[in-house]
T-cell receptor
Framework: TQLLEQSPQFLSIQEGENLTVYCNSSSVFSSLQWYRQEPGEGPVLLVTVVTGGEVKKLKRLTFQFGDARKDSSLHITAAQPGDTGLYLCAVRTQSGTYKYIFGTGTRLKVLA | GAVVSQHPSWVICKSGTSVKIECRSLDFQATTMFWYRQFPKQSLMLMATSNEGSKATYEQGVEKDKFLINHASLTLSTLTVTSAHPEDSSFYIC?????????????FGPGTRLTVL
């Protein structure tokens, strides 16, 4: 059973369209992160959300942490080809070595 | 700051050989480093957690005798894929958490693409 399920798995849209990516779990987390990864590179951190209901904005990207801290969403407004990539949510386990678990990933392609 | 490097960036080897991948924190000390494997079009799967000076903790299903991890210093961890086979071909990524840093923060290397013929 995957701890973090992302949807959709794949998304191909035209430049200028809006989209939302979801990250869902049945577990509660103290924080959640979103990353973007381009082919052949390591993931790059976009944001960390820590408070239930928290909303953070990064230019055209809006991130929200669910009230119960079990899920999160990433909304992109007016997508651009430069937004193309693999979007990953990740959480840190609550105990032990505090390792990080990644979601199943959403592959986004924005067409010009 | 907070740069993590990996070497090599790509490697091609014959089946049965061993390959060593290095992960270095260039401008900070990393008490903990993580090793991930990523197959094409898939997410990152945590393989093991490496703490400086102690044995690595492997995730379920990861063979510790096949994927040897050594974290001998606060700036270097190595992953050795022993007796590599074509099914070990993958993108291997490390990340590092800074000594005294936030538990929410890990810095990723650029990855190493391993192809086993």
């Amino acid at each position: 059973t995957q701890l973090l399920e992302q949807s959709p798995q794949f998304l191909s849209i035209q430049e200028g369209e809006n989209l939302t990516v979801y990250c869902n779990s049945s577990s509660v987390f103290s924080s959640l992160q979103w990353y973007r990864q381009e082919p052949g590179e390591g993931p790059v951190l976009l944001v960390t959300v820590v408070t239930g209901g928290e909303v953070k904005k990064l230019k055209r990207l809006t991130f929200q942490f669910g009230d119960a801290r079990k899920d999160s969403s990433l909304h992109i407004t007016a997508a651009q080809p430069g937004d193309t990539g693999l979007y990953l949510c990740a959480v840190r386990t609550q105990s032990g070595t505090y390792k990080y678990i990644f979601g199943t990933g959403t592959r986004l392609k924005v067409l010009a | 700051g907070a740069v993590v490097s990996q070497h090599p960036s790509w490697v091609i080897c014959k089946s049965g050989t061993s390959v060593k991948i290095e992960c270095r924190s260039l401008d900070f000390q990393a008490t903990t480093m993580f090793w991930y494997r990523q197959f094409p079009k898939q997410s990152l799967m945590l393989m093991a957690t490496s703490n400086e000076g102690s044995k690595a903790t492997y995730e379920q299903g990861v063979e510790k005798d096949k994927f040897l991890i050594n974290h001998a210093s606060l700036t270097l961890s190595t992953l050795t894929v022993t007796s590599a086979h074509p099914e070990d071909s993958s993108f291997y990524i490390c990340s590092a958490r800074a000594f005294g840093g936030s538990y929410n923060e890990q810095f990723f290397g650029p990855g190493t693409r391993l192809t086993v013929l």
